[in-house]
């Protein structure tokens, strides 16, 4: 289905919505929407690290990596312990 077709359908389904039920569909798309500009605001911000370590040795960069597993496998190794379980 072509954009503008999507865009005509989905302002037909809320000319139909009761009036008592309209600030609810406002506050769906709206936060949708302010969704989505964060996804994006995120995107970018992660994106300015991508290829930071592209110059770093490999001999280095493998033992940046095993340090950060092992740093992992301490931080979440009590996790089992501290959970609580509902019978």
Not at 45 to 69: H, L, V
Request: hydrophobic share 30%; proline share 2%; aromatic share 12%.
């Amino acid at each position: 289905m072509k954009t503008f077709e999507l865009h005509d359908k989905v302002m037909e389904e809320i000319r139909l919505i009761p009036e008592n039920r309209l600030s609810e569909i406002y506050n769906l798309i709206h936060f949708f929407r302010l969704g989505l500009e964060t996804d994006r605001k995120n995107t970018k911000k992660t994106m300015r690290f991508a290829g930071c370590w592209q110059d770093m040795p490999d001999r280095e960069f493998r033992e940046f990596s095993e340090e950060i597993s092992q740093r992992r496998r301490q931080a979440f190794s009590g996790r089992k312990s501290r959970e609580t379980f509902a019978d």
